[in-house]
């Protein structure tokens, strides 16, 4: 099935660093959504975005989606060690309940 | 509590072994779905169902047999798995309207031995 492309695929960053990824699709998406998966556990919804252009917070969590509803990216802000994780972007049509993943990035924080 | 619960969290079978995976949700979603995560590799899409109809199966092995006997329950059968069917078994529901995403459950580590 479709992916979306996220990058990077994984990053190494010291505690207190700001984290930026993004997602990219050949698919205009009515819906882009965040998730962030803890090791050995499914992942939660971080942040969901509806309309071209919108920019939400959830904490030190800032994700936009974009102006060609074609990608979205997600910033974390001041990163601290529960950060690490996979993190998933994912898109949806509107009116179909089905979601289309991206590959993930997989954050580590270095001691 | 996610709202989505998946029993048993671990589970080691033997290839000839038959065990079956469970979802359980009371969310009010009518949409459940399974995935599969292999290490370092994405989510696999395995099977839909939507208002308890199968509407997707992402040409999964038919050692791999999914139940939905009501909006509220969704099963995985296993049986004659091989090894490199060890992953992590995810189990969504979403409601069938409103784009609100998936909410997981915590999966299940399965590891064929």
């Known amino acids: 099935g479709q992916q979306l492309n996220q990058s990077p695929q994984s990053m190494f960053i010291q505690e207190g660093e700001d984290v930026s990824m993004n997602c990219t699709s050949s698919?205009?998406?009515?819906?882009w959504l965040w998730y962030k998966q803890d090791p050995g556990e499914g992942p939660v919804l971080l942040i969901a975005?509806?309309?071209?252009?919108e920019l939400t917070s959830n904490g030190r969590l800032t994700a936009q989606f974009g102006i060609t509803r074609k990608d979205s990216f997600l910033n974390i802000s001041a990163s601290i060690p529960s950060d690490v994780g996979i993190y998933f972007c994912?898109?949806?049509?509107?009116?179909?309940?089905?979601?289309?993943f991206g590959t993930g990035t997989r954050l580590t924080i270095i001691p | 509590e996610t709202g989505v619960t998946q029993t048993p969290r671990h589970l080691v079978m033997g290839m000839t072994n038959k065990k079956s995976l469970k979802c359980e949700q009371h969310?009010?979603?009518?949409?459940m779905y399974w995935y599969k995560q292999s290490a370092k590799k994405p989510l696999e899409l395995m099977f839909v169902?939507?208002?308890?109809?199968?509407?997707e199966n992402n040409s999964v092995p038919s050692r791999f047999s999914p139940e939905c006997p009501n909006s509220s329950h969704l099963f995985l059968h296993l049986h004659t798995l091989q090894p490199e069917d060890s992953a992590l078994y995810l189990c969504?529901?979403?409601?069938?309207?409103?784009?609100?995403?998936?909410?997981f459950g915590s999966g299940t580590r399965l590891t064929v031995v």
């Open positions: 969504a529901s979403s409601p069938t309207r409103g784009n609100y995403g998936y909410t």
């Open positions: 698919s205009i998406f009515n819906t």
């Open positions: 975005l509806y309309k071209a252009g």
């Open positions: 994912a898109g949806q049509f509107f009116g179909n309940e089905k979601l289309t």
């Open positions: 969310l009010g979603h009518n949409a």
């Open positions: 169902y939507s208002l308890e109809e199968r509407v």
